[in-house]
Structures are given as structure tokens and as C-alpha cells.
């Protein structure tokens, strides 16, 4: 039936609180229900929880396809904690990207119960294929978004007085489940912290619905409660902390939703002589007593799990650059707080207008407002003029229950933002697209609240606002579709971030990265120089264009820019180590020592730089120095495989056997499958005259690496040594027939020949 504005009234209970609509020209003045202008069939009602998964996942599709991109390679791509020779119990004592908590350099993100399911991801899957992480993430989205729907219903249900406005629950799912802002969320892997913070998060709040819904009737405030959904719902808080640091809000929206929806406390009532409160107090008392009793729970379990991450941390706050939030380093606290302020805005224009996205937006991309006059201040002030009119209308609508809803979605929006707020701690960002999946849930809310408000008042104009929320879901879905496209590999995630913010030196960083990665050195080397001009102290940018201009030969330009590297970090130990390979290069043997070990001095556990001084200390013909160097290398880390082969190799040559037979076997207890440790086995057994093995050593390496000649050539060698002259003969010809050229093999087929010539003639 197609109700029309003008043939309701506005009708309230006999105390006031509980406002509905009748119809003027029904004899028994039926009542309408409050959704009834939403444009959503009841057919799909009926089907309303897999329609919004499915809607989910498709507008998400396109990324299970994608790679590992961006931050996934530090979480997931280098992060010992996912391989299953790691103790499980390393994903409780380190950060989310498997670095100890209590280093210095530690964000401090601990996020186990995200990592753990990262390392079911590898194990089911068989190793890091992006495909099932990316699946993984699609499906919890999906879920997430189901969710919504119920959380939606219990909002409505509540607030409206028992009508749980099943069409307003629908869309506001529907708008939560394909808002754009969700991508980095979804398609980046390392997004799957917010959705597992966000199931939990919503279970959270749930759960603590259920502690009053027993005892809730009508508008009367319970008396009484349950303490087993209570206590469910901290344990649930505690798993949406332990996913992401932004899921102990929860807390808050259940103090807040118990105040204002379970008490009905109204603040314009409380700015009346007869309140809600007063009326409530007159029939009983109990129900305060329950109230009190309830925040105490909440904020003793808050209370703990905010204790127990802080001791988790090492009770020390991460520590943060400049470069990574620069307006928390402003000295001018007037500046500092308007460009908190346009920082907000902006988070805001991401969720009306999610249409301007980008996967990183540090680093020059939101220039610091430093004047008065700054045309940008004009989006500040449109920012707290929409926050004052959400005010108003908390305030003085005339019906109680969209006061509720306007006031519950504006909490449910702030409150879960406030840990990136930069009011109670410094972050690590300046915009971070995902820290918006859970207040996104308010800002749904408050659209449809809005929305349904316009098709009530406009009632002439109801089509064509119909048209518009359906235009406005299309456009989510096609834009959520095409920034999930972007997220599928880096090159072109990192030029779409250049559309956005071409000032932004991070994103140069990152192209040139990946140029590299790829071979297009020319590339690399114009973008890494376009990021240090923006940001000339990038001393990371300038120790990768160091390392590049050092492969292409051109030492000196590579010195100088490892030396400022330096000289803005004294404490980067990368650049260090790098410079010492330099200046070795460049002959300068006791400042490439020296640069060795400040590096080792600023990052003790640095097997490559243990490596690369192992290296100059061979040259220096130092073996004992360099045999200590690639010990450390390979303590640090057993799967250093070059540090291996160096140490076998010099104490072959230098004619320790013995030892270089057990050091070979050592590294194979770590690599079994390493063609080169087995092929360098195979010749230290051949000279001491284990024959038998080192020739199955020979043949495996030649299993694992089927086109090595070298391999072929020592085997013949081997055969030479052990008078198996035919299969000698074999093997040096197939080593020739894959490298014609190769001297040693032809030299020793030679020299084959004449034995073979000279044996003939003693016959």
C-alpha cells in the first residue's frame, strides 16, 4: 500500500515517549510502520541476509584475484611468525608484523588473533598464495556486513519502540556492505584486522543487547540484567581488541546505547524540569542501581584490557617520524589542532564522497595548514557546521525517537574513530581509509535516517529521491568494483595513489620500488629522486637509489647519498651496511669495517650485515674474522644460503675438510633442498675420497638444478678421480653440449682423452 504524509498524524503514548503514525482516514486508525517511505520491496526482505552478502562479495569480487600488495608484504610475505617451523606462541609476543614488542622500532600493533588466522591461511593453502587470503577477506566482509543488518535492526527496534524498520535495516546494510571506503579493507590483505575487529566488534554489542533484552520492557528501564551476556560480551570486546586496537570501543557504544536507548535518557528532556529520568524514578529506583552496576562491569573490564595492552607493549608507546603524522609534531597548538581538525574533514568528505582514494596519505599528500588565511579552513568550518546541525537535530526534533537515532548513529560513528583522533595519543597516519570500516556503520545509519526523513517531508518529490539512493548504491558498487581493480598489484595501486596525491613522496617511494623490483632501473631512479626533491630528508628513498646507482657502477654518487642518509638517521643501520659495501668497493677497507659494525651496533640481529662483513674480511684474507662473520650470519638466520656456501667454500679451499664436510651437513638440516649446498658437499667428499656419497650428492644437485654445467663438470671430475673414465666422459659432454664455451669441462675432457690415449698404449 503506497502511504501518503499528508493522510498521517503524529501520535504519542500516554507518557510521551513512544511516538507513532496513524492513519487519519482509517476507521481504526491503523498503524504504519516508520520505514514504510523506503524504497525496498518486502519481497526482498524475505531474502534480505544473503541478498547483502552476495552484494558484499560481488562488490568486491575483483580483488580474490589480486597479488600481495603494499603493507602485505611486511605482514604476511616477511613475517617469520605465518611459517609453520615458527612457535605458534611467537604471535603473542610479537607486533602484527612479526617484530618484537619491545624493540624500539616496533608500532606496537598487536593484532595475534588476525595473525593466527594468516597462518591457517598458509597452512591450509600450502604456502603465501594471495588467492585464499584474498578469498578469506571477501567472505568476512560478507559476513560482516550480514551482521550490520541485525546490529541495524536492534538499533531501529530499540530506538523506534519495537518496530525494527526492516527496510531501514536493509539499506543501511546495503549502503555499509558496498561503500567504496571499504577497499583497502577488503582487497588489501592486511585489512582483514578491521574485519575481524568489526565481526567481533558487532557480536560485542550484541552480545550486551541480549544482557537487557530479557529485562526491557516497553520504555521501562530494566531493574535487572544478565551477567553472562555482559561478561560474553567483554570477552567479545577483548577478541575485537586483539584483532585490531580500535575494537575496546565497543565499550562505549554499549555505555552510550544503554544510556540513551535501554534508559531512554534524553538530554533535551534533561534540560527540562520533567525529565525521562523523573519519571522513570517515580514508578522505581532499581532500575539506577542496574545502570551503575552495569558501567561498573564495563569500565573494570575496559579497564583491564586497556592495562593488559599497555603491559603488552612494554608499557612505552610506539614511536613515530615525522614524516608519518606531521601535524601531531606541530609546535603552534592553534595550527596543530586545525590540522587535527581539517584531518577530520576530510575523513569525513572520504565517507559522503568515497570517490578520492588512495593507499597511502602521508608524506606531503595533505600539505600542513600554517596560515589563518588558508582557503582549506573553509572545509573545517563546513565540517563543524554539519556537526552543529547533527547536534540540532539530537536536540530538538520533535520526535523522540529519530532524537535516538540521529544521536546513536553520530555515536556509533565518532566513537569507534576516536583511537585515530590523535586527542588521546599519536598515530602512525595521517588518513588511514581503514580505520573508517567500523564508524562507516554510523555513517549508514545516519544516511538512511536522513533519507527516510526527506521521503517523509518531501513527500511530492518521494520518486525522485527513490532514484537517487538507488543511483547513489549503483555508483557505490561500480566505484567499489573499480578501486578493487587498482588493489590487484602494485604498479597499478601505486599510480593510482599519483592521480590523488601527486605531492606525496611515499608514493614516489613506492613506484620506485616496484620499478625496480620489475628491472626498469631508469624508472626507479627518476621516481626515487622525485620523492627525495619532496621530501628531502627521505633517507630511506635515498639509500634504495644508493643501492641502484651502486649496481650501475657510479660509487662515488651512491657514498654521497648514503653519508646524508646517515646524517638525517644516525641510527639507520641499513644505510650503514650499505655504505660499508660501497666504500669496500672503493677500497676504503677500514671505513667499510667501521661502517659494519655501527650498523651492527644499532641492529644487533643483522645477518646480512654479518654476511657482507664475513665478505671483506675474506678479501682481507682474514678467514678466521670471516668464518666467525657468516657464523652469526647463519645463527640469525639458518636459511641464509650464501653465508653457508662462503663458509664451506673457504674452508675447502683452505683445505679444512673435515670441517667443511660437517658444516655442509649442518646447513642441509636447514635447506634440504638447496642444490648448491649439496653440490659443494658433494665436492669436499670427493676430495677426501668418499666417492660413493658424494656422488649421490652430485646427482641430487643435479636433480634439484637440471641446467647447471658446472655441476656436470665436477661430477665428471668426480667419475675422473674414481677411474670411472666413460661415465667421466658423459658428464663432461653433457656439460658442453649445455655450454659449449665452458672451459673447465673441455680442458678436462682433454685431459680425459690422453689418459685414456695413454692407457690404450700401455695395453
Excluded at 557504544?253 to 520533567?274: E, F, H, K, M, Q
Excluded at 642444490?675 to 658437499?681: A, E, P, R
Aim: proline share 4%.
Amino acid at each position: 500500500m503506497d502511504y501518503n504524509r499528508n493522510n498521517t498524524k503524529l501520535v504519542y503514548s500516554r507518557n510521551g515517549t513512544k511516538p507513532y503514525y496513524l492513519l487519519n482516514d482509517s476507521p481504526h486508525h491503523r498503524k504504519i510502520p516508520w520505514d514504510v517511505w523506503i524504497p525496498v520491496p518486502e519481497l526482498v526482505l524475505l531474502k534480505s541476509y544473503w541478498l547483502i552478502f552476495l552484494v558484499a562479495v560481488a562488490s568486491f569480487c575483483i580483488s580474490v584475484t589480486g597479488d600481495f600488495v603494499f603493507d602485505d608484504s611486511e605482514a604476511i610475505l616477511n613475517n617469520s611468525d605465518l611459517l609453520p617451523e615458527t612457535p605458534v606462541l611467537n604471535i603473542f609476543r610479537n607486533d602484527f608484523w612479526g617484530m618484537k614488542l619491545t624493540f624500539n622500532t616496533s608500532h606496537k600493533s598487536y593484532r595475534p588473533l588476525t595473525t593466527l588466522t594468516f597462518r591457517w591461511n598458509c597452512a591450509f593453502s600450502g604456502g603465501l598464495h594471495p588467492f585464499g587470503f584474498h578469498l578469506i577477506n571477501i567472505v568476512l566482509h560478507g559476513v560482516v556486513s550480514m551482521l550490520s543488518f541485525q546490529l541495524f535492526a536492534v538499533f531501529f527496534q530499540s530506538c523506534l519502540s519495537g518496530d525494527r524498520a526492516p527496510r531501514a535495516s536493509f539499506l543501511c546494510a546495503l549502503l555499509y556492505a558496498v561503500h567504496p571506503i571499504h577497499t583497502e579493507s577488503v582487497a588489501g590483505v592486511v585489512g582483514r584486522a578491521d574485519l575481524l575487529c568489526a565481526l567481533f566488534f558487532i557480536l560485542s554489542f550484541l552480545a550486551y543487547t541480549k544482557s537487557v533484552e530479557s529485562h526491557h520492557h516497553l520504555n521501562d528501564p530494566p531493574s535487572q540484567f544478565s551477567p553472562l551476556w555482559i561478561g560474553w560480551s567483554l570477552v567479545l570486546a577483548g577478541s575485537a581488541m586483539l584483532c585490531k586496537e580500535q575494537g575496546v570501543t565497543v565499550i562505549g557504544i554499549c555505555s552510550a546505547y544503554d544510556i540513551i536507548v535501554v534508559c531512554n535518557v534524553d538530554i533535551l528532556c534533561l534540560l527540562r524540569p520533567s525529565s525521562v529520568l523523573q519519571e522513570s524514578s517515580s514508578s522505581s529506583k532499581q532500575w539506577l542501581q542496574s545502570l551503575l552496576l552495569r558501567h561498573v562491569v564495563l569500565a573494570a573490564g575496559g579497564s583491564l584490557l586497556l592495562i593488559g595492552r599497555w603491559q603488552v607493549m612494554g608499557s612505552s608507546p610506539p614511536m613515530f617520524q615525522w614524516v608519518d603524522n606531521p601535524a601531531s609534531f606541530e609546535e603552534s597548538f592553534l595550527y596543530r589542532v586545525l590540522n587535527y581538525n581539517y584531518v577530520y574533514s576530510l575523513n569525513w568528505w572520504l565517507l559522503v564522497h568515497p570517490f578520492w582514494l588512495c593507499f597511502d596519505w602521508s608524506m606531503g599528500c595533505i600539505p600542513l595548514i600554517h596560515s589563518l588565511t588558508d582557503p582549506r579552513l573553509v572545509a573545517v568550518a563546513v565540517f563543524w557546521m554539519t556537526a552543529a546541525f547533527l547536534l540540532y537535530c539530537c536536540l530538538s526534533h520533535e520526535d523522540r525517537r529519530i532524537r535516538r537515532l540521529v544521536t546513536m548513529s553520530v555515536v556509533l560513528l565518532v566513537i569507534p574513530f576516536l583511537p585515530a583522533s590523535n586527542l588521546f595519543f599519536r598515530v602512525g597516519f595521517v588518513i588511514a581509509e581503514r580505520v573508517l570500516y567500523i564508524p562507516s556503520l554510523g555513517f549508514s545509519l545516519l544516511v538512511v535516517v536522513g533519507f527516510r526523513q526527506l521521503c517523509f517531508s518531501m513527500e511530492q518529490y518521494r520518486v525522485y529521491l527513490h532514484i537517487c539512493i538507488i543511483v547513489l548504491v549503483g555508483c557505490f558498487v561500480v566505484k567499489s568494483l573499480q578501486r578493487s581493480s587498482e588493489w590487484k598489484n602494485e604498479e597499478v595501486l601505486f599510480k593510482s595513489g599519483l592521480k590523488v596525491c601527486p605531492l606525496n613522496a611515499k608514493v614516489h617511494y613506492n613506484i620506485a620500488k616496484n620499478s625496480a623490483d620489475h628491472g626498469d632501473r631508469e624508472l626507479a631512479v627518476k621516481e626515487y629522486q622525485e620523492a627525495i626533491r619532496l621530501n628531502p630528508s627521505y633517507d630511506q628513498a635515498m639509500n634504495n637509489l644508493a643501492n641502484i646507482l651502486k649496481d650501475m657502477g657510479q660509487l662515488k654518487s651512491a657514498e654521497k647519498l648514503l653519508l646524508k642518509a646517515i646524517h638525517i638517521r644516525a641510527d639507520f643501520a641499513a644505510a650503514w651496511m650499505n655504505l660499508g659495501i660501497v666504500q669496500s668497493s672503493l677500497g676504503k677497507i677500514k671505513e667499510a669495517e667501521r661502517s659494519y659494525l655501527i650498523a651492527l651496533k644499532h641492529r644487533r640481529r643483522y645477518p646480512d650485515c654479518y654476511y657482507n662483513l664475513g665478505n671483506l674480511y675474506l678479501d682481507q684474507k682474514r678467514y678466521n674474522d670471516a668464518y666467525q662473520a657468516w657464523k652469526n650470519a647463519t645463527s640469525l638466520r639458518p636459511s641464509h644460503l650464501v653465508a653457508w656456501n662462503n663458509m664451506i667454500i673457504m674452508l675447502d679451499s683452505t683445505g679444512d675438510l673435515s670441517k667443511a664436510e660437517s658444516l655442509a651437513r649442518e646447513a642441509l638440516r636447514y635447506l634440504p633442498e638447496e642444490s648448491s649446498l649439496h653440490f659443494n658437499l658433494a665436492n669436499t667428499l670427493g676430495k677426501i675420497g668418499k666417492y660413493q656419497e658424494s656422488e649421490w650428492h652430485f646427482l641430487h644437485a643435479i636433480k634439484l638444478n637440471k641446467n647447471n654445467p658446472s655441476y656436470y663438470t665436477n661430477l665428471g671430475v668426480l667419475y675422473h678421480r674414481w677411474k670411472k673414465y666413460e661415465k667421466a666422459e658423459e658428464a663432461y659432454q653433457q656439460a658442453l653440449q649445455m655450454q659449449p664455451g665452458l672451459k673447465s669441462a673441455r680442458d678436462n675432457l682433454e685431459l680425459l682423452h690422453k689418459t685414456l690415449s695413454r692407457l690404450r698404449s700401455q695395453h
